[in-house]
C-alpha cells in the first residue's frame, strides 16, 4: 500500500457536536506537541484517527524518538502509522471543547485523541498532500492572535493565509526566532509571497459548526489556514 499523509491541521479538527460551547484556552504560542495518526480499514474506505500530546505533554524528545512506527503498525493492526512532529503553535489562544477525550498511551508517550476521519479512496491515491496545495478540513475551532504579535503569512495571487503551527520534523533547526528568515529556505510557487509582520488588532479565525477551513502547507510541512 502506498504511504499515506496528511496535513497536520488535522490536529485542530473537533469531534464534538457543534452544539458545545469553545473554551478559550489563553497562552498556548509556543507549545510544543506531537502527532500520531493511525490509518485503518480498507480501500475504498480508511479511516485516520489524530492523536496528539497537546495538553499532555511537550512530546519528551526521548519519549517521542522511541516510538517505532513499524512496531506500533503491527501492534494496532494498522494500515498506516504517521509521525508529526514536534510541532509549535504560534495563535496565542485556540478554542476548544470543555469536555476533553480521554488519555491514551502509545508506548510511554500520553495523548489524547482529536479527530477520527474518514479517507476516501481518491484522497489515498494521492499520498503526501502537496506543498502549496489548499486542502478543505471540516471543524469547530477558534484562534486568536493578539494585536503586537508577530505572524507569518504567505500571499498567494488569490489568498493570504497565516501560520498556524510551525515543524521540526524536516527542518530540524527550524525555531520561532529564525521564522522571520522563512523565506531564504522556501521554494515559493511562482506568484507567492512569504511576509511577517506584526498586527495592529486581534485577529480572530473562527469556525463553527464543523464548517470548511482551508489549509496548506509548505516544504517543510509548517502549516497555515487562509484568512480571506
Not at 476548544?96 to 479517507?119: G, Y
Request: aromatic share 8%.
Amino acid at each position: 500500500m502506498r504511504k499515506i499523509f496528511f496535513i497536520s491541521a488535522l490536529f485542530f479538527l473537533c469531534s464534538k457536536s457543534s452544539a458545545q460551547a469553545l473554551v478559550l484556552k489563553d497562552s498556548v504560542r509556543g507549545s510544543r506537541y506531537c502527532e500520531i495518526i493511525i490509518v485503518t480499514g480498507n480501500l475504498p474506505k480508511l479511516t485516520a484517527t489524530v492523536y496528539n500530546t497537546f495538553e499532555c505533554n511537550a512530546c519528551p524528545p526521548e519519549q517521542w524518538n522511541n516510538i517505532q512506527i513499524d512496531r506500533l503498525k503491527k501492534k494496532l493492526d494498522a494500515k498506516a502509522v504517521i509521525k508529526s512532529g514536534p510541532r509549535y503553535l504560534l495563535m496565542d489562544k485556540i478554542g476548544q471543547s470543555d469536555t476533553l477525550p480521554p488519555s491514551v498511551r502509545f508506548d510511554s508517550l500520553e495523548m489524547k485523541q482529536r479527530a477520527v476521519v474518514i479517507v476516501n479512496l481518491a484522497m489515498a491515491l494521492k499520498g503526501r498532500a502537496k506543498p502549496y496545495q489548499e486542502q478543505a478540513v471540516h471543524h469547530s475551532t477558534a484562534y486568536v492572535f493578539n494585536k503586537g504579535s508577530q505572524v507569518y503569512e504567505l500571499i498567494s495571487p488569490a489568498h493570504t493565509y497565516i501560520m498556524q503551527s510551525y515543524s521540526q520534523t524536516i527542518d530540524t533547526t527550524l525555531t520561532e526566532n529564525s521564522l522571520s528568515q522563512l523565506q531564504d529556505k522556501l521554494k515559493l510557487p511562482q506568484g507567492w509571497q512569504f511576509k511577517t509582520l506584526k498586527l495592529e488588532d486581534d485577529l480572530l479565525l473562527e469556525t463553527t459548526e464543523m464548517k470548511e477551513a482551508y489549509v496548506i502547507q509548505d516544504q517543510l510541512e509548517n502549516t497555515y489556514q487562509r484568512i480571506d
